[in-house]
């Protein structure tokens, strides 16, 4: 059982640490310009120099506790997470209660639907220049992009998971004497957690893409700000670093999201992992 | 398990009274009164049921029996509510039917049990809709987990029990509203022989104890004769009651016995011609599509 995650392990890091091993060496030897690909020893220690407080420990400027997340990347990351949660809850705010009226009136589906489908495809990012006349520069239109992309994920989902309850839930409620209030309230919207759960996922997948762009065109801090003025200053070491902490940061979110998915939806079939 | 050890026990008990609760009341509980269910269908209609006259006594258990599309769950979904006749009327306690209610509870052959509740939960629904105290509601759902040996499962939600275990959650949130009905439409019928059999004894103990009308469709012949006071035979298309006859044997009902196999003969005759009816109409709709 060891010896078999043992293997496992070593099996998944082989080809990781074989590419690295050879971009060092390609690095060290001389074969690359340092300014168009920095070696992996250097973008380490700039991710450390990145993640590391600017200044020496002074109990006059503040607790240790301070000091410890005064490093230039924990801001960063925290000012992405602040936007991506905040753009998400609008998002998604609106999206939940408009995708269950959606999906339990046909009326309001026949209404709605069509112009949900045309601004559908267009990409968050096309929304830009739009975002910049409306908010300026700023969290705003920051915000504003990240909720478009967080949006229509969970609204097609809600819709989907309304529109999918299976009728023998509904049956089996009426015949205990439910109203369709409580029918709406105790059965279609439990009944429709794991499509809106899913969709929740995929929007603030989507919103975690958004505010890489939306930060290196409209604010001037965050992680996808921090690789954008990188590389004005030719610091390609930064440039990756950063790009590292973002997927590490995509990943914790995800993860985190998932861990909570499996919490709600633990009298869900399939859903064992 | 009831497995007399006489092979003729069922025919000598025959004397004696048919174990089963006592009607209490106006005899005719449920009353189906011309009843014709017609269904749209691509290209035409189907009659699910025609003419359907039936009259059910209080704490009668009644079998619908027949073979697939012989209309038995249609006249069960029409009595429970769901579905309305084309023509006629049914009443329980006298009162039209015209929408589902607690008054006549229904257990699916798929459960129904709401995943996203734990057993307990399934089974308090019913009473936090009615609008009992907590305290009551507590009190209630522990008595049907004792009664349905649900009690070291209060917690779990439905995917983490058998078939048999999920019906009987169906049962006891059924129970739980003390419905003078009980409509069942084939419960069993996902279930393996033994543990179909074990839910059969409960429920006729139930039956005993509550005094419910039951209604209990089905298509295995065994189950209708080991269950029923009464057993009503439909036909195929049009769904007419082609029999309706009482079986006089004693309770606990020995499927061995002489007596339960000849009226096992007389039923099979009956509902393999309706089946040989539904085949040759299913064939022709294949090869006419």
Not at chain 2, 111 to 131: D, S
Request: with cysteine.
């Amino acid at each position: 059982m060891q010896t078999s995650r043992l293997r496992a392990l070593a099996e998944g890091l082989a080809v990781p640490l074989g590419i690295l091993a050879i971009w060092q060496i390609a690095c060290s030897a001389g074969l690359v310009n340092p300014m168009v690909l920095p070696s992996p020893a250097a973008v380490a220690v700039r991710w450390w120099a990145y993640l590391a407080p600017l200044e020496a420990y002074d109990p006059a400027q503040g607790s240790w506790f301070a000091w410890l997340f005064s490093g230039e990347m924990l801001h960063d990351a925290l000012a992405s997470l602040y936007r991506v949660v905040v753009g998400f809850v609008v998002g998604a705010g609106l999206a939940l209660p408009l995708g269950l009226f959606m999906g339990s009136s046909d009326v309001i589906y026949r209404h709605v639907n069509p112009l949900m489908q045309v601004l559908r495809p267009i990409p968050p990012i096309a929304y830009i220049p739009l975002s910049i006349l409306w908010f300026g520069l700023g969290n705003a239109p920051a915000v504003f992009l990240i909720a478009i992309g967080a949006f229509f994920p969970v609204l097609m989902n809600t819709i989907a998971g309304v529109r999918h309850v299976d009728g023998i839930y509904i049956r089996a409620a009426r015949s205990l004497g439910a109203s369709r209030m409580t029918i709406f309230r105790r059965v279609i919207l439990p009944a429709a957690t794991p499509y809106i759960l899913s969709g929740a996922r995929i929007g603030i997948g989507t919103a975690f893409i958004v505010v890489i762009v939306a930060e290196m065109i409209a604010v001037n801090n965050g992680l996808g700000f921090r690789i954008l003025e990188a590389r004005e200053y030719f610091w390609s070491d930064k440039i990756i670093a950063g790009m590292l902490t973002i997927g590490a940061l995509g990943l914790l979110i995800d993860m985190a999201v998932s861990r909570l998915n499996s919490h709600l939806l633990r009298w869900h079939r399939g859903l064992e992992s | 398990m009831s497995v007399q050890p006489h092979p003729i026990a069922a025919v000598t008990e025959r004397a004696m009274p048919v174990s089963g609760p006592v009607a209490s009341g106006a005899p005719s509980h449920i009353v189906v009164t011309g009843v014709d269910k017609v269904f749209a269908v691509p290209g035409g209609e189907v009659v699910a049921l025609k003419d359907i006259d039936l009259t059910i006594n209080r704490g009668e258990f009644v079998c619908l029996l027949g073979p697939s599309g012989c209309g038995k769950s249609t006249l069960l979904n029409a009595i429970a509510g769901f579905s309305h006749p084309t023509r006629g009327g049914i009443t329980v306690e006298g009162r039209a039917v015209a929408e589902p209610g607690p008054d006549r509870g229904m257990v699916f052959q798929e459960y129904a049990l709401f995943p996203w509740m734990t057993v307990a939960q399934n089974i308090a629904f019913g009473l936090e809709i009615k609008g009992m105290a907590r305290a009551a509601i507590e009190k209630r759902v522990a008595e049907l987990l004792d009664m349905l040996k649900l009690a070291e499962f209060r917690d779990r939600f439905p995917k983490d029990l058998s078939g048999g275990m999920r019906q009987r959650v169906a049962i006891a949130r059924v129970l739980a509203l003390d419905s003078p009905v009980m409509l069942m439409d084939e419960p069993f019928g996902a279930l393996d022989a033994l543990t179909r059999r074990s839910l059969q004894d409960e429920l006729l103990r139930i039956w005993a104890a509550t005094g419910k009308t039951i209604v209990f469709v089905t298509h295995s012949i065994e189950e209708s004769i080991y269950l029923a006071d009464r057993i009503v035979v439909l036909t195929y298309r049009p769904g007419t009651i082609k029999r309706d006859l009482r079986v006089e044997l004693p309770r606990p009902r020995d499927s061995a016995s002489a007596a339960f196999n000849a009226l096992k003969r007389d039923l099979s005759a009956l509902v393999t011609a309706e089946q040989h009816r539904f085949e040759q109409v299913e064939m022709k709709g294949l090869t006419t599509d």
